[in-house]
């Protein structure tokens, strides 16, 4: 069984927005999950299926694969470091803002 994977880091989403949409891509092929990330509106369509074609030019430059027999194996969205911000608030107090980022990680099959 060959797997070809895929890693996006530091992408600006927050994990727990991107994770809902990483769910529906699991055992579906590539060509069916490039075309939900591409008539998604989602912001984490564009960023999955981002690294989803970094994983298909994976498999036709590095291992030298076709990419038509492949499915899509897992999704995995994992917390990246969060940059801690504040915002201003009345009586020159302030309050903490976490903007937080994710790491990507696509993993493709080869569907026997």
Known sequence: MTRIQAV???VKIAPSKAMPFAR????????N???IT???DK???FLIGK???SA???AEN???LSADDFRVESVVIEPGPTMKRFWARSRGMVRPVHKRTSHIRVVLVKAD
């Open 8 to 10: 996006a880091k530091y």
């Open 24 to 31: 529906l891509l699991k055992g579906v092929t590539v060509e």
């Open 33 to 35: 999950a490039l075309k």
């Open 38 to 40: 591409q008539f998604s």
């Open 43 to 45: 912001k984490a369509a």
């Open 51 to 53: 690294a989803l074609k």
């Open 56 to 58: 298909l030019a994976n």
């Open 62 to 64: 590095n291992a030298k």
